[in-house]
């Protein structure tokens, strides 16, 4: 039996969503192909490309590789090429390269920046809609700020260092917002004063981000104002020349950058589809999502792409929620049709909205009533940025926008305002992290030699050593078996955290020093309830308790060693704070040797990078195991052998 085939054209937020219910509401059929078609081998995260442009993060931060996004969809095949056609009667998608028949099809080609036909924009402005867009314009505002820079006519310098943003969307002011966030670092490279770049946000509208609500607008509205962002408003601009701008009163700004955002409309390379279209060129759909005048030919619509009134005159929202709701609806009534069951009508979802402007301020709207500003408003637009990874479930990729918003940034371009991502040198944390490791050496070693000789191996072992069959833990289900009680406990302490000998009649005082003779204070002198319970879990009798001992002695002389060499450091390092955490819940750990802990912390930067192992042995496992499990990223997927 031929197979069922089915392609998705357009790896957006529309296309991976539909595709990945796709592939896990299919993955029980083995008689259904899926393709997916994107001219790029990675997703572009669009809502992040102003980031790009202003220079905040490196391009590859907000590309998604398709291999590591569906290497564990068996039924997925990725092809990189360009869709040039349909062929809605033979049921064929037409690529550049090649040809792919279809039973049904998903097209979620996104959408393109609207000039609205006003002269000059295509020739002399820049758009931003696309990676090439952003990289284009990064290029362009740094060769031009330099070129300004050596410019000695007053007025020309003025024009080339005048950012002109046309459009108050999303788009518009999340760019205006980096530009913003830019400026001080493009002043101090070229060396200019900043306050030389002037940044000008152009609306044809009376108000700006229509789309919020007009208080969280106006706040927006003061933020800019306030940082020195000049807002026109009622100023629809006419004509984009090289050097300037028209706006409709006549008025010619001077600038050599125009960034227009001001529109959206369908994917012009959806024209040649000839399907009917309304407003911005978007294809016409039904509730469920099926092209009009192509409901029999298993054609769907989603994304930006498709038009569908849900309530009159009022079509579906060119944002990513949308996308994504678009994407599943589709999905799910592809596989309705597939299985012979009903299909569902699309219900929009939208959540709210989050606007940034810069990396530190932002404003938001969460279900109508919960209204964000500052440094909330960005919390939340990295959350649902996090969210949006686990919905199409890759953790690699949520570590990524990890790295890369909160440790890898420069110039205090985050909501940490740089405090989680200082760079410093490594190397000097080299003498802490093996002071460390040695620490833990020496006192793993007195577990093991007890109170033998450390130079004579015959006496390890003996009284004291964690190696008899003396149980050491103090916890009271096991001290009837271990005989030593409490003795041995507070010899196991000593293991710790170096301390006292049993049974001194001490008063315990809090401080980090002791004199000889004075009890250091412990952190906890009672084991909590919930944590007694868990320990008696783990070690109910004698037998599982004395392993444990002795395994958590070599654990100990492992991690010592790790941290010596710098191998795993950032592992060992988290491992020593959970022993010191069991440690201290046990009742077996002094406030004295507290510092275990920040010490464990400051070592997990990477110390073992400089003069470590680790420098070596985990860019090593990262290709190794990245290959294996994610198999080969390529630049070209489906077509390449
Ligand atoms: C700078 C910027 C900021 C934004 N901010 C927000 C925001 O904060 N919140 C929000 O909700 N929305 C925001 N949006 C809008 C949001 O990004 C879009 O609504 C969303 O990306 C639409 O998803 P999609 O799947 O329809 O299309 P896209 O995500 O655009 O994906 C379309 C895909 O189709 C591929 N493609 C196109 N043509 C072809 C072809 N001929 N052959 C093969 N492949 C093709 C493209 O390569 C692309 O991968 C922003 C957009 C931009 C540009």
Known sequence: MAKTKIVVVGAGYSGVFG??????????????EITLIDRHSYQTM???????????VEPTAIQYDLQRLFCKRKNVTLVTDNVTNIDKENKVVITEN????????????????????????????????SMEDSIKLRKHIEATVKKAALEPDAALRKAMLTFVVCGSGFTGIEMVGELLDWKDRLAKDNKITADEISLLVV?????????????????????????????????????????????KNGEKIPTHTLIWTAGVQANSDAKVFEMESARANRLVANEFLQAKGFEDKGVYVVGDLVYYEEFENTPTPQIVQAAEGTGHCAAMNIVAEVNGTDKHAYKGNYQGFMVSIGSKYGVACLFEKIHLSGFMAILMKHMINLKYFLDIRSGYYAFQYVMHEFFHIKDERNVARGH??????????????VFYGLMWLVESMKKVVGEGDYLKPSTWFGQGSWFTDN?????????EAATSGASGAAEATTGASGAVEAGAETVAHFGLSYAYGEEPMMVFDHMPKWFASVMEFMM??????????????????????????????????????????????????????????????????????????????????????????????????????
């Open 420 to 433: 989680s991502s200082r760079y410093g040198n490594v190397l000097w944390s080299v003498p802490l992290r």
């Open 46 to 56: 669009m809502t992040e490309l102003h980031e790009v442009a202003g220079g905040r």
């Open 19 to 32: 595709t990945k219910t796709l592939s896990k509401k299919l993955k029980k059929n083995p008689d259904v």
């Open 203 to 247: 609306e044809a509208a009376p108000t700006i981000l229509n789309m919020l609500d007009r208080n969280d607008a106006g706040k927006a509205e003061r933020f800019m104002v306030k940082k020195g962002i000049q807002i026109l408003k009622n100023s629809p601009i006419v004509e984009v020349a090289a050097d300037a701008i028209t706006l």
């Open 540 to 641: 109910p009798n004698k037998e599982v308790a004395l392993f444990f001992q002795k395994f958590m002695t070599i654990f100990e002389i492992l991690i010592a060693l790790a941290l010596i060499a710098g191998l795993f450091t950032w592992l060992a390092s988290a491992s020593t704070i959970a022993l010191v955490a069991a440690f201290c819940l046990s009742g077996m750990f002094y406030w004295v040797n507290i510092w275990f802990i920040p010490v464990a912390f400051a070592l997990m930067n990477g110390s073992g990078r400089a003069v470590g192992l680790d420098k070596w042995v985990i860019p090593w496992l990262q290709r190794t195991l990245g290959k294996w499990w994610y198999g080969e990223t390529k630049s070209i997927y489906g077509r390449s052998k």
């Open 98 to 129: 090649g040809e792919y028949p279809f039973d049904y099809i998903m097209l979620g080609m996104g959408g393109e920046p609207n000039d609205f036909g006003t002269p000059g924009v295509k020739e002399n402005g820049f758009t931003l809609w």
């Open 471 to 479: 149980v050491v833990f103090p916890f009271p289900w096991l001290q």
